[in-house]
């Protein structure tokens, strides 16, 4: 009783309510049908008596919606103050609520403002106000999204996605790799006393996607669209340990598809569960998919560069895929993967299917399906008209043209992984545009005249000769035909 009064007291003696909710995030913005409806998600350290989101067409808001209460399971802190365990399960598991209210009956290009309140004990925490555009109908006014991926709290990448903030867009792709390792909770947010590198303090992914500094604004305003990328999965030892790599109960995305649950109702977490959505925005149709593998050792050594998620023509996802892109209606299509479908490097020359051990040498993986990549998805993107295709993990800027869909890989945040002889592209194709000298952002825009992008840079050459903030290519995606 003692240790209440003292507590309360140093309360009072703060001007501090009594009851404040302690958020770990500000509020982020998803939805697979963006025109009329939106969830506002956000996590806290303490889960509150109830809590809501008030939201309206004016400064009164003057609706409310209730939020849903979840638990985010498996992330964790460190287990001391100068390290993690290397096991995960050796390291505490954080406590981590999260609230969700799906907004509904929202009227298409409309701008909402928005508060979140959590309650506990008759107090109450109030959030900034907020806003955001719902998605246009189709043929409606035009819109612009940004495209981002591979964040990892890499240098600079603060500045980059500020400038990415700052581009007046209405929605963010992002193509996978939000941080290195999903359970330690350090890397999403700061958690106090859990061990982050120096080098890694103040780019943790939600701070950084949701900074406001020189007009600045990301999640808070405007719906995220992700797919999960090889630093999604929740043990990142399959990625090099070979004997976990080969164990299917290992390969699990619970922590993203948590973080992310509108997106995945089923969220089905396992190997081949459903990973994979589409959305319609105004005269575009979105469409994401779980594409990706790594692994420190050769590709032709066994047990071989294993997928996540299969891509071979009877797999669940491409099923799904092939009758999502039968079944569209928008003028555009989208597609947004973590794995690229081609670009220089050795990565490409390791055919994305599955490995088989070659019987004369049980050292030597074999994949006599080819390349998945080339073979089964590139076939469909042509087949259905899709516009344009992109990617990251490489973390570099390339972009091509083949049979009338663009492939562009726009994730160069804050470093590249790209060598000056890195080989082409197995099929012989060149990269139209290379440029990895500097940081950049990647805006598209969609208009009655069609679909069109602009590379910006976001940050020095070196030589001076490079202007920050500068349109370095510009190029038509889809005219309007």
């Not at 406590?95 to 309140?117: D, M, N, S, W």
């Not at 990415?164 to 350090?186: C, E, S, V």
């Not at 344009?388 to 590249?416: K, P, Q």
Request: proline letters at 7%; one cysteine or more; aromatic letters at 12%.
């Amino acid at each position: 009783m003692r240790k209440f009064f003292l507590a309360l007291l140093l309360v009072v003696c703060s001007g501090l309510p009594a009851f404040a909710a302690r958020a770990y995030t500000e509020p982020y913005l998803v939805s697979l049908t963006p025109s009329t409806e939106m969830n506002v998600c956000w996590l806290l350290a303490e889960a509150g008596d109830e809590a809501w989101v008030e939201f309206g067409e004016t400064e009164e808001l003057g609706r409310r919606e209730e939020a849903r209460l979840y638990e985010v399971k498996g992330l964790r802190t460190s287990a001391k103050a100068d390290g993690y365990d290397p096991e995960p399960e050796k390291n505490p598991e954080l406590k981590v609520f999260q609230r969700i209210a799906t907004l509904r009956g929202l009227k298409p290009g409309t701008e909402y403002r928005y508060r979140t309140v959590v309650a506990e004990g008759g107090k109450t925490t109030e959030g900034p106000v907020y806003s955001f555009r719902t998605a246009p109908v189709a043929g409606g006014s035009p819109f612009s999204f940004i495209l981002l991926s591979d964040l990892q709290q890499k240098k600079q990448i603060v500045e980059t996605v500020n400038m990415a903030g700052r581009q007046n867009a209405d929605f963010i792709l992002y193509a996978g790799d939000f941080q290195n390792t999903p359970w330690k909770a350090a890397e999403w947010f700061p958690v106090e006393g859990s061990f982050i590198a120096p080098e890694e303090k103040g780019k943790e992914w939600f701070p950084a996607m949701q900074q406001t500094a020189n007009g600045a604004k990301l999640l808070q305003y405007m719906p995220i669209f992700p797919c999960p990328g090889n630093h999604e999965a929740d043990d990142q030892r399959i990625w090099t340990d070979k004997q976990l790599a080969q164990d299917p109960s290992k390969k699990t995305l619970s922590i993203y598809m948590q973080l992310f649950r509108p997106l995945y109702p089923d969220q089905e977490y396992g190997q081949n569960g459903t990973h994979w959505y589409s959305a319609d925005y105004g005269d575009l149709h979105i469409v994401s998919l779980s594409l990706f593998r790594w692994h420190p050792w050769s590709g032709f050594e066994a047990p071989g560069w294993i997928l996540f998620d299969d891509i071979s023509p009877e797999s669940p996802q491409v099923r799904w895929l092939e009758e999502d892109l039968k079944n569209k209606t928008s003028r555009f299509t989208w597609v947004v993967q973590h794995w690229h479908m081609l670009n220089r490097g050795a990565e490409v020359w390791v055919p994305m299917s599955r490995p088989v051990i070659y019987p004369v040498s049980p050292d030597v993986a074999m994949y006599p399906l080819g390349d998945h990549c080339w073979n089964v998805l590139r076939p469909l993107y042509e087949k259905y008209g899709v516009n344009a295709v992109n990617f990251g993990h490489s973390h570099v800027y390339e972009r091509y043209l083949i049979n009338g869909v663009n492939y562009i890989e726009a994730a160069t945040i804050g470093n590249n992984y790209r060598g000056e002889d890195d080989p082409l592209h197995f099929s012989g194709n060149a990269p139209i545009v290379e440029q990895n000298q500097h940081r950049s952002v990647l805006v598209v825009s969609v208009t009655s005249e069609g679909m069109s992008a602009e590379a910006v840079r976001a940050s020095e050459d070196g030589d001076g000769a490079v202007k920050v903030g500068e349109v370095f290519d510009s190029f038509v995606i889809a005219p309007l035909k």
